[in-house]
């Protein structure tokens, strides 16, 4: 037993010194998401699209042209929308729309996307009521 244990440790004290000494594996970096791009993220509710800190996504009955936010002024104050960099490129169902103002934001099959300001922690969902036009961003399947 000693022996196997002492065996052990200088498998483990010669791997320590191969990463110290900079012999770690050479594979490349995760490429990065561009910052705010919308995630599927699986829930106690279910799917559902969050923003890259967990936070849930909303869409608004509201947006049904396919290529606009009707979510402009005193709206933003409750609803932030999940703005998109400049060098962010659509892909399958996530789209880009241009604002009122010029800055673009994320959508999910034509849908705007936003962040609810009553949410305060990834996963909860605040933001969604039976009686309001907002609702959870769900991934169709």
Not at 8 to 34: I, Y
Not at 53 to 75: E, I, P, V
Not at 101 to 108: E, F, H, L, T, V
């Amino acid at each position: 037993m000693l022996k196997v244990l002492t065996i052990g440790a200088a498998l483990l004290l010669s791997t320590g010194a191969a990463l110290a000494s900079g012999h770690e594996s050479s594979a490349p970096a995760p490429k990065k998401e561009p910052p705010n791009t919308p995630q599927v993220a699986m829930t106690e509710r279910g799917p559902m699209l969050t923003d890259q800190k967990g936070m849930t996504l909303y869409y608004f009955d509201k947006d049904d042209s396919g290529n606009k936010s009707n979510c402009n002024g005193k709206c933003n104050e409750r609803w932030i929308p999940l703005t998109a960099t400049g060098d962010a490129q659509a892909t399958g169902d996530f789209t880009l729309i241009t604002r009122n103002d010029g800055s673009k934001m994320w959508a999910y099959r034509y849908r705007p996307l936003y962040t609810s300001q009553q949410d305060k922690a990834p996963g909860e969902a605040n933001g969604a009521a039976s009686s309001t036009q907002w609702h959870i961003a769900r991934p169709a399947f």
